[in-house]
Antibody
Framework: QVQLVQSGAEVKKPGASVKVSCKAS????????IHWVRQAPGQGLEWMGW????????KNSQKFQGRVTITTDTSASTAYMELSSLISEDTAVYYC??????????????WGRGTLVTVSS | EIVLTQSPATLSLSPGERATLSCRAS??????LAWYQQKPGQTPRLLIY???NRATGIPARFSGSGSGTDFTLTISSLEPEDFAVYYC?????????FGGGTKVEIK
């Protein structure tokens, strides 16, 4: 079965960077895109970006103004999301999620359990 | 970017009642819209894709409709496990965006 196992919780100081990992199993890693979505405490879902592990193509939300870098290590079936220049508003649970295909349409269907990133001085 | 506006923010209903949730897009997303359910402490679950198709394993009491800019998620008769937050998500235009959510709570 599809599993996405994320790295553990992080506490970072403002201005630092954080790198969250997402190890995939149960399918061919290069066959489906991985998305990153975050959720601030008590708030809604916010899409950050995605990567196609098959070719490395990636697209991020401009909202993060170049602070987000999404990469993969296909040999390890792992995706990474790095967020730099952290501010307190970046405190959130960060989810990786895999696409699912229905009738040729691609949606986010499988989710990791999330990684809590706390930004605090 | 496309803004998805969900209404109402909170819906207070009793089990057995019908729930009607709205998602309005700032520009057309054709039918490239999904609905997710999220319960406290859980990850989102895909309910509806392409505006009106139920994902695998989703009960028939959930239905979606709409295209272009106006979409509706209907729960025909609320079960106790349906009280949760619901999000719409568009995949028509980059960047992907989510609506702000509608909380369906027990009246």
């Amino acid at each position: 079965q599809v599993q996405l196992v994320q790295s553990g919780a992080e506490v970072k100081k403002p201005g630092a960077s954080v790198k969250v990992s997402c190890k995939a199993s149960g399918y061919t890693f290069t066959d489906f895109a991985i998305h990153w979505v975050r959720q601030a405490p008590g708030q809604g879902l916010e899409w950050m970006g995605w990567i196609n592990p098959g070719n490395g193509h990636t697209k991020n939300s401009q909202k993060f103004q170049g602070r987000v870098t999404i990469t993969t290590d296909t040999s390890a079936s792992t995706a990474y999301m790095e967020l730099s220049s952290l501010i307190s508003e970046d405190t959130a649970v960060y989810y990786c999620a895999r696409e699912i295909v229905y009738s040729g349409s691609y949606y986010v269907g499988y989710w990791g359990r999330g990684t809590l990133v706390t930004v605090s001085s | 970017e496309i803004v998805l506006t969900q209404s109402p923010a909170t819906l207070s209903l009793s089990p057995g009642e019908r729930a009607t949730l709205s998602c309005r897009a700032s520009q057309s997303v054709r039918s490239s819209l999904a609905w997710y359910q999220q319960k406290p402490g859980q990850t989102p679950r895909l309910l509806i894709y392409d505006a009106s198709n139920r994902a695998t394993g989703i009960p028939a009491r959930f239905s979606g409709s709409g295209s272009g800019t106006d979409f509706t998620l209907t729960i025909s008769s609320l079960e106790p496990e349906d009280f949760a937050v619901y999000y719409c998500h568009q995949r028509s235009n980059w960047p992907d965006t989510f609506g702000g959510g509608t909380k369906v709570e027990i009246k």
